[in-house]
Nanobody, 115 residues
Framework: VQLVESGGGLVQPGGSLRLSCAAS????????VTWYRQAPGKERELVAA????????NYADSVKGRFTISRDNAKNTVYLQMNSLKPEDTAVYYC?????????WGQGTQVTVSS
């Protein structure tokens, strides 16, 4: 199982980024995927989650209305569209899946929101 995040970078407040999480090594379409983030000195927190078929999503209160999680099972990829970014969104963003009772994480992608 491999998860590879991409799409992070430096963006000004109010800007947008789209993160991608490319999966391989398992039947991607059968598993939920979650985005987490971890800011310096803080614990990792859930940002958004999506069910296997994409029919249900869940968001942290802090990102509701600004972030959108989606997936393309044909491409084995989950996306996180982030709009109206704020400095407090600065963190390393990770994607995660629970496969056969084991946690799998990507390596993370850095998002920095700063003027």
């Amino acid at each position: 199982v491999q998860l590879v995040e991409s799409g992070g970078g430096l963006v000004q407040p109010g800007g947008s980024l789209r993160l991608s999480c490319a999966a391989s090594g398992f039947t991607f379409s059968s598993y939920a995927v979650t985005w987490y983030r971890q800011a310096p000195g803080k614990e990792r927190e859930l940002v958004a989650a999506i069910t296997s078929a994409g029919g249900s999503t869940n968001y942290a209160d802090s990102v509701k209305g600004r972030f959108t999680i989606s997936r393309d099972n044909a491409k084995n990829t989950v996306y996180l569209q982030m709009n109206s970014l704020k400095p407090e969104d600065t963190a390393v963003y990770y994607c995660h899946t629970l496969y056969r009772a084991m946690d799998f994480w990507g390596q993370g992608t850095q998002v920095t929101v700063s003027s």
